[in-house]
């Protein structure tokens, strides 16, 4: 029998929630002696009109990479910085978020667990089509943390 690290996934999208999912794994991480994926997935679906035609320019695009980069690293620095916590690595994917999360960076990366917040960034995408948390939670290839408190167990407060 093969002893594997245990690998977490936090997905983020900026959001608070997102950020205190980020702060939980990471302390779960330290704990536990497990490896952290951080992953941002960039929407491409916002990208696309009826046709297939792109609605915005590669530049944009290419601006959107380098943000979620520089998050990315940001949050990285917080980790070294607030836990001396270095097994982490960032990604950044396109495509569906809801895809992304559940099934095709599992299936790369061998997460055991993904540890998301209870509410992202896109509250018209979660009234029209459900949430991506929602979805990833039912459809998972991995258990799913939902975190729903601050870092001293404070419920989170809704964005209005």
Not at 55 to 67: A, E, F, N, R
Not at 69 to 86: G, I, M, P, R, V
Not at 106 to 130: C, F, P, Q, W
């Amino acid at each position: 029998m093969t002893n594997s690290k245990q690998s977490i996934l936090v997905p983020v999208d900026g959001s608070e929630s997102a950020e205190r999912a980020f702060d939980k794994a990471v302390k779960i991480a330290k704990r536990d002696g497990a490896h952290v994926d951080v992953l941002n997935v960039i929407d491409t679906r916002q990208f696309m009109g009826e046709m297939q035609d792109t609605l915005i320019s590669g530049d944009t695009i290419y601006q959107m990479t380098q943000d979620s980069e520089e998050y990315l690293k940001s949050l990285q620095k917080w980790a070294k910085d607030n836990f001396d916590f270095e097994d982490l690595d960032y990604h950044i994917r396109y495509g569906s978020p809801k895809r992304i999360v559940s099934y095709d960076f599992i299936k790369d990366h061998h997460n055991s667990l993904i540890v998301m917040g209870a509410t992202g960034l896109n509250a018209v995408e979660r009234m029209l089509m459900g949430s991506v948390t929602e979805y990833v939670n039912q459809h998972a290839l991995a258990d799913v943390l939902i975190v729903r408190t601050d870092i001293d167990n404070n419920p989170i407060k809704p964005k209005a």
